[in-house]
T-cell receptor, first 113, second 112 residues
Framework: EADIYQTPRYLVIGTGKKITLECSQT?????MYWYQQDPGMELHLIHY???????EKGDLSSESTVSRIRTEHFPLTLESARPSHTSQYLC????????????FGEGSRLTVL | DQQVKQNSPSLSVQEGRISILNCDYT??????FLWYKKYPAEGPTFLIS?????DKNEDGRFTVFLNKSAKHLSLHIVPSQPGDSAVYFC???????????FGTGTSLTVIP
């Protein structure tokens, strides 16, 4: 069973608030990812990291930012949330080998009013 | 432009019958393919994978078939069970790339 955890699972906040979605994994994986997914749509990669102090933007433009100060921790921050940020955010990690699977957390469902 | 496509948004199958979920891709550099299963309000969980050196991989009730010339793969579930009802995502990656590309998912309903 994958050991990757996301908090909060659900968050409802007002426009303009700053939020941080937490993601931690205990598998020692170097690669970590943030995906955004809306119902009926594909998972869109918004950020990824190859290791400590490494962060890259994914294909989908996002106003969020990430940091990777520790191998196990990959938080995502929105400085000023807007209704367009309402979505499900999925954190994942992998061993880094191209044939390695992604392990996903349970997701954070964000609703911005 | 979407590189992995699942053209059937939904599929309904009777319990005990075969479920066939399809996936097409456009990038010929993709050489590793995965299927994920997702329940509502949960993260996707890995089901089965196949590399491009194979055309079939089997794991219990789940079999994935790969047709490289057609850039097509399919997931067969036999026999289908009500607990299989979920959204199934196809994903692909290339050993020269940095990420996995996902389809839009197919919602499978297995009717008891």
């Amino acid at each position: 069973e994958a050991d990757i955890y996301q908090t909060p699972r659900y968050l409802v906040i007002g426009t303009g608030k700053k939020i941080t979605l937490e993601c931690s994994q205990t598998m020692g994986h170097d690669k970590m990812y943030w995906y955004q997914q809306d119902p009926g749509m594909e998972l869109h990669l918004i950020h990824y990291s190859y290791g400590v102090n490494s962060t890259e933007k994914g294909d989908l433009s996002s106003e969020s930012t990430v940091s990777r100060i520790r191998t196990e921790h990959f938080p995502l921050t929105l400085e000023s949330a807007r209704p367009s940020h309402t979505s499900q955010y999925l954190c994942a990690s992998s061993t880094g080998y191209w044939t390695g699977e992604l392990f996903f957390g349970e997701g954070s469902r964000l609703t911005v009013l | 432009d979407q590189q992995v496509k699942q053209n059937s948004p939904s599929l309904s199958v009777q319990e005990g019958r075969i479920s066939i979920l399809n996936c097409d891709y456009t990038n010929s550099m993709f050489d590793y393919f995965l299927w994920y299963k997702k329940y509502p309000a949960e993260g996707p969980t890995f089901l089965i994978s196949i590399s491009s050196i194979k055309d079939k991989n089997e794991d219990g009730r789940f079999t994935v078939f790969l047709n490289k010339s057609a850039k097509h793969l399919s997931l067969h579930i036999v026999p289908s069970q009500p607990g299989d009802s979920a959204v199934y995502f196809c994903a692909a990656s290339a050993n020269t790339g940095n990420q996995f590309y996902f389809g839009t998912g197919t919602s499978l309903t297995v009717i008891p």
